[in-house]
């Protein structure tokens, strides 16, 4: 899997870290396999591929929330102003989010689209059943994780913090 990591690392990415963001991918890889299997409907089973892309794509995501980078928190202030809420359809306008940094509103949104686009044609109900239990796998696999496997350090976090001299200093950051 640590081929769907790298390929989002910045150059002088730590190889430490890519390793710790690996093993935690391939735990929820296997968490995501099982669960699947209790699904009550076969609307949302995804092959082993959409599988690692989804592990690898809610590592990412964690990692972003815990080491503070802003990536999510913009998504959830863009959200905010255009919809009144951080979340639609996950979290209803005036509702207060959830103080656990990686909790399952957040989580919920993030399946919900994410879904959306690995099942070509698929028009996703918010309260799915199996999206919902879903989420509360992920988010108690990520409340063990948090407390033993994250790296303390991002090369995403430290590559977005650097300085913008020049314009193509923001689009490296983009393409990256």
């Not at 103080?99 to 309260?127: Q, T, V």
Request: charged fraction near 25%.
């Amino acid at each position: 899997m640590i081929s769907n990591l790298k390929s989002h690392r910045p150059e002088g990415y730590f190889e430490s870290e890519l390793q710790a963001l690996d093993k935690i991918a391939n735990s929820l890889f296997r968490v995501l396999s099982t669960a699947q299997k209790s699904f009550v409907h076969k609307t949302l089973r995804l092959s082993k591929l959409q599988l690692r892309e989804l592990s690898a794509v809610m590592v990412e995501f964690a990692e972003d929330i815990l080491n503070k980078t802003g990536i999510w928190k913009s998504l959830e202030r863009y959200n905010q102003s255009f919809f009144g809420t951080p979340l639609p359809f996950s979290l209803a306008a005036g509702q207060k989010m959830p103080d656990a940094p990686i909790n399952k509103s957040r989580i919920h949104y993030l399946l919900w689209n994410k879904y959306s686009e690995l099942c070509d044609g698929l028009i996703l109900s918010p309260g799915h059943t199996d999206l919902s239990f879903l989420v509360e796998e992920i988010v108690q696999f990520f409340d063990d994780q948090i407390i033993t496997g994250f790296p303390d350090n991002s090369s995403i976090k430290a590559l977005m913090i650097r300085p913008n001299q020049y314009g193509w200093d923001i689009k490296k950051k983009l393409l990256c």
